[in-house]
């Protein structure tokens, strides 16, 4: 019985010992990158804002994991992956982006021009319940995102500034 008793109490200190640490992480997590692009603002806006023009640059629809792609003006739709455009305006783009039996996830994109030059930048915003567990899971998102963003920026980059 002593044994049962100092496994569960050592149980429940360990739990609240990892709940302590959880709430240390922000409940609020945005994974950006930005690329530099020589293009009118104008054709980099065509290219975020019609979907179909994603299969020419975005790696995060045209992965080799994503199965029956669809890509349609305002939508992108696969068997485990939905995207939808959501509002346009000037200098901002916003989506909404969910997975099979996951939770909705904002994702959009600004535009700063400074000269000939526009600053894209893509950006997940993610809010995290207070879950330990979906707290220490956030702390990946950067490394599981963040490759594949920086080359999808830098296709969009290269089509962009092929274009004469």
Same mark, same amino acid.
């Given at each position: 019985?002593?044994?049962?008793?100092?496994?569960?109490? +050592?149980?429940?200190?360990?739990? $609240?010992?990892?709940?302590?640490?959880?709430? $240390?992480? &922000?409940?609020?997590?945005?994974?950006?990158?930005?690329?530099?692009?020589?293009? &009118?603002?104008?054709?980099?806006?065509?290219?975020l804002t019609d979907l179909r023009q994603?299969?020419? /640059?975005?790696? $995060?629809?045209?992965?080799?994991?994503? =199965?029956?792609?669809?890509? +349609?003006?305002?939508?992108?739709? !696969? #068997?485990?992956?939905?995207?939808?455009? *959501?509002?346009? *305006?000037? #200098?901002?783009?916003?989506?909404?982006?969910?997975?099979?039996?996951?939770?909705?996830?904002?994702?959009?994109?600004?535009?700063?021009?400074?000269?000939?030059?526009?600053? =894209?930048? /893509?950006?997940?915003?993610?809010?995290?319940? /207070?879950?330990? /567990?979906?707290?220490?899971? !956030?702390?990946?998102?950067?490394?599981?995102?963040?490759?594949?963003?920086?080359? !999808?920026?830098?296709?969009?980059?290269?089509?962009?500034?092929?274009? &004469?």
């Open positions: 019985m002593r044994i049962v008793k100092l496994g569960l109490i +050592s149980f429940v200190v360990l739990f $609240l010992i990892v709940f302590g640490i959880s709430l $240390l992480i &922000p409940g609020y997590i945005r994974i950006s990158r930005a690329v530099n692009i020589t293009a &009118p603002k104008d054709s980099i806006q065509h290219y994603w299969k020419q /640059w975005n790696g $995060l629809t045209t992965a080799a994991t994503v =199965v029956n792609p669809a890509w +349609s003006a305002n939508t992108f739709t !696969s #068997d485990g992956l939905q995207v939808a455009l *959501k509002e346009v *305006k000037t #200098d901002t783009i916003t989506t909404n982006w969910k997975q099979e039996g996951g939770r909705e996830i904002a994702s959009g994109f600004t535009l700063h021009t400074i000269d000939n030059t526009t600053v =894209v930048q /893509w950006y997940f915003d993610f809010k995290l319940r /207070w879950y330990p /567990w979906e707290k220490f899971g !956030s702390i990946i998102f950067d490394k599981q995102l963040g490759p594949p963003m920086e080359q !999808s920026l830098g296709a969009l980059k290269k089509k962009l500034e092929s274009i &004469p």
